[in-house]
């Protein structure tokens, strides 16, 4: 099993930037995760892919935040970054964190992200 704890959202304004973290834990000693991911999800949408980054560090990324959003890890401290800059109203969400290990997966609790016009 791992937990995963995220931290970094607020209330910004829009153009401006937030940098979200999430560091994973496990209490079974040196388990290996995979992909990392982050996910948002807005009122009354479905949750939608962000940003995806493999152990190996390739990175895949929705449209809607290409040139915008940068994600990366750290595989030290198991811990996987967002870096959103010129930030629009639209990205207004939940952001969660999701990691994958093995054949399995966990998510984070998520973290309100607000950017007001």
């Known amino acids: 099993q791992v937990q995963l704890v995220e931290s970094g959202g607020g209330l910004v304004q829009a153009g401006g930037s937030l940098r979200l973290s999430c560091a994973a834990s496990?209490?079974?000693?040196?388990?290996?995760?995979?992909?990392m991911g982050w996910y948002r999800q807005a009122p009354g949408k479905q949750r939608e892919l962000v940003a995806s980054?493999?152990?190996?560090?390739?990175?895949k990324y929705s449209d809607s935040v290409k040139g915008r959003f940068t994600i990366s890890r750290d595989n030290a401290k198991n811990t996987v970054y967002l870096q959103m800059n010129s930030l629009k109203p639209e990205d207004t969400a939940v952001y969660y964190c999701k990691a994958n290990y093995g054949a399995f997966a966990s998510w984070g609790q998520g973290t309100q992200v607000t950017v007001s016009s």
């Open positions: 980054i493999t152990r190996g560090g390739s990175t």
């Open positions: 496990s209490s079974i000693f040196s388990i290996d995760i995979d992909a």
